[in-house]
């Protein structure tokens, strides 16, 4: 058996400021909302997939939705997480193991922050080898920021251009009234902020929220059923580089450039024929990387193809139309906000709701590549209308 596969449902939870519900809780808004979105019911869905680093195992959440899943996903490889276990989604309603699959995704790390406990990514990089870096400091974005260094070394890409990948962020996100941050930004602004880790100040880092989403996954056998344009996976893949920095074999290039490549082929297109992309933006430099990676432009040519305006809404290449991680939406982690937002931008949700101005204006094919880790791993979906 061999189906081809499509996104009927996507929706988010409250997002932003979250101070009274559980992450159950938004899991179980998203999840319920993606669902109806699809025109189905929970007797439909024989899938479930949500993260497995968190603290809330599948099968727990998957019973809280009302869930009784014949097929269960719990991949667990940080923030891009939902990107790889979409592909594993795909491959299961293919080959007919399931017909009907939700993934689903809620955290309240801002509210926890605020309380005093924090509960994101308690695992993910806590034990084994990594540990042993630790004590020399290499902390999530310490690393972030050795690879920037290195880049800057490399090819010369200058602190003003990956500041610029915030400015256009923030652009986007003034269109979007569910962003966390609106009011717009400059390059000076970005620049004068508190540093946090060389070269990276605050803007520079994606901003700390509550919130979750959910995705409904389908045969084509039972689109017919469902209320939503489809819109189909194209391609898919995945790849695992690294976890300690000491087999990180280039700290220019991430694991975008082995699975973009491979969803592209799959797909049968080429990055050319993008009309929006949606990439996890923990950092800017994480943006600009994965562009290279994903053959946008030549490596080390990030900075100067990204300026300009080029990936604000209106320009030659939109990318993460919603503001991204840096202003919209960052609950610990983001890769599955990204599958909604480029599945509202191909089916021109915003348009036919009366925000013209949130709309990527023609969308026919989007990319969506979410990073986890420090650059460890990479999974990158190429979706279409047709």
């Known amino acids: 058996m061999s189906r081809r596969v499509a996104i009927v449902g996507a929706a988010l939870s409250d997002t932003g400021r979250v101070d009274d519900l559980t992450p159950f809780h938004l899991h179980s808004q998203a999840g319920s909302k993606a669902v109806a979105d699809a025109g189905l019911t929970k007797a439909d869905v024989d899938g479930f997939a949500s993260n497995g680093t968190g603290t809330l195992p599948p099968i727990e959440v998957a019973e809280y939705l009302g869930l009784k899943p014949t097929w269960l996903d719990s991949t667990g490889v940080g923030g891009g997480t939902w990107e790889v276990m979409a592909a594993h989604a795909v491959d299961a309603i ?18 926890d922050l605020k309380k005093g406990r924090r509960t994101a990514n308690l695992s993910f990089g806590a034990r084994g080898p990594v540990q042993y870096e630790v004590p020399y400091g290499h902390t999530l974005i310490a690393k972030y920021g050795m690879s920037t260094i290195r880049h800057m070394h490399e090819y010369g890409t200058t602190i003003e251009e990956l500041a610029e990948i915030a400015v256009s962020s923030r652009y986007n996100a003034g269109f979007n009234p569910d962003a966390y941050y609106r009011d717009p930004i400059t390059v000076d602004e970005v620049q004068s902020g508190r540093m946090i880790a060389d070269p990276f100040t605050k803007l520079h880092c994606c901003i700390r929220s509550d919130g979750g989403c959910a995705i409904v996954l389908a045969a084509e056998d039972r689109v017919a059923d469902t209320r939503r344009p489809p819109v189909w996976v194209l391609g898919t893949g995945q790849h695992v580089s ?145």
Request: glycine share 16%; with cysteine; charged share 20%.
């Open 94 to 111: 293919s080959s007919g193991q399931a017909d009907v699959v939700v993934l689903s995704y809620g955290s309240t790390t801002r509210a």
């Open 242 to 386: 690294h976890t300690t920095m000491s087999e990180w074999e280039d700290f220019t290039t991430g694991p975008a450039a082995i699975s973009g490549p491979r969803a592209f082929a799959q797909a049968g297109v080429t990055p050319d024929d993008i009309d929006l992309a949606c990439v996890y933006d923990a950092f800017t430099f994480m943006l600009m990387v994965t562009i290279e990676d994903l053959g946008f432009c030549k490596k080390g040519e990030g900075g100067p193809f990204l300026a300009g305006g080029r990936m604000r809404l209106g320009g030659e290449l939109p990318i993460n139309p919603d503001g991204g991680g840096l202003s919209a939406c960052h609950p610990g982690m983001r890769g599955l906000f990204l599958l909604v937002e480029a599945t509202r931008q191909l089916r021109g949700e915003y348009a036919a709701t009366g925000a013209p101005e949130r709309q990527v204006t023609d969308a026919e094919l989007a990319c969506v590549s979410g990073t986890g880790g420090w650059f460890c791993s990479n999974g990158t979906i190429i979706l279409g209308k047709d």
